[in-house]
């Protein structure tokens, strides 16, 4: 039973490169999403993929790309990181009927010196 | 613009004090009213899902509420194990998700 899974669970990054974030669910979920946690703040909705080969901004985009390559996996990419986006990251994802809960990883903590 | 706030920041009870924690929304069209925990290094776990005002959800020393701007997360009765960051979330009309900031519960044996 492996649901969501992030890799790498954690990293850290100078100012200005580049890294991916993966993250795979085999739960058959059709919309997947990607979050940032920071203190205080709660979770911000970075991007969101209804279905395979569909992706939508969310409240925080900025800096960030992503790639939803099957309807398995989702992948975010910092192609210039900052020090602004040191964080946590999690993945998510939810049933096909999209009325269900989010269904969570269990984070990557990226750290940009 | 869709908007979720939560009170109090931080709750600290003694065990087997009851209280309650809030969740106030704006959304354009509610689809989902979700209640997560979120344990330290953790992702956050499913607790309830609430889908129209008047509904109301139990499990264990937890029931949560629905109006048509708020939600509650009763906590009756709590034990040491109930300390977590409690998370609140709405569904919009386009299937996103949006989180409060979280209160964060300690109970003290």
């Known amino acids: 039973n492996a649901g969501v899974t992030q890799t790498p669970k954690f990293q850290v990054l100078k100012t200005g490169q580049s890294m991916t974030l993966q993250c795979a669910q085999d739960m058959n979920h059709n919309s997947m999403y990607w979050y940032r946690q920071d203190p205080g703040m709660g979770l911000r909705l970075i991007y969101y993929s209804a279905s395979e080969g569909t992706t939508d901004k969310g409240e925080v985009p900025n800096g960030y790309n992503v790639s939803r390559l099957n309807k398995r996996e989702f992948s975010l990419r910092l192609e210039s990181a900052a020090p602004s986006q040191t964080s946590v990251y999690f993945c998510a994802s939810t049933r096909p009927r999209d009325t269900g809960e989010l269904f969570f990883g269990e984070g990557s903590r990226l750290t940009v010196l | 613009e869709d908007q979720v706030t939560q009170s109090p920041e931080a709750l600290r009870l003694q065990e087997g004090e009851s209280s309650s924690l809030n969740c106030s929304y704006t959304?354009?069209?509610?689809?989902?009213l979700f209640w997560y925990r979120q344990d330290p290094g953790k992702g956050p776990e499913f607790l309830f899902t609430?889908?129209?005002a008047g509904e109301e959800k139990e499990k264990e020393r937890l029931k949560a509420t629905l109006t048509k701007k708020e939600s509650f997360l009763h906590i009756t009765a709590p034990k040491p194990e109930d300390s977590a960051t409690y998370l609140c979330?709405?569904?919009?009309?386009?299937?996103?998700?949006?989180f409060g900031s979280g209160t964060k519960l300690n109970v003290k044996p």
């Open positions: 609430l889908y129209s």
């Open positions: 979330a709405v569904q919009d009309n386009f299937n996103k998700f949006y």
């Open positions: 959304v354009s069209g509610l689809r989902g």
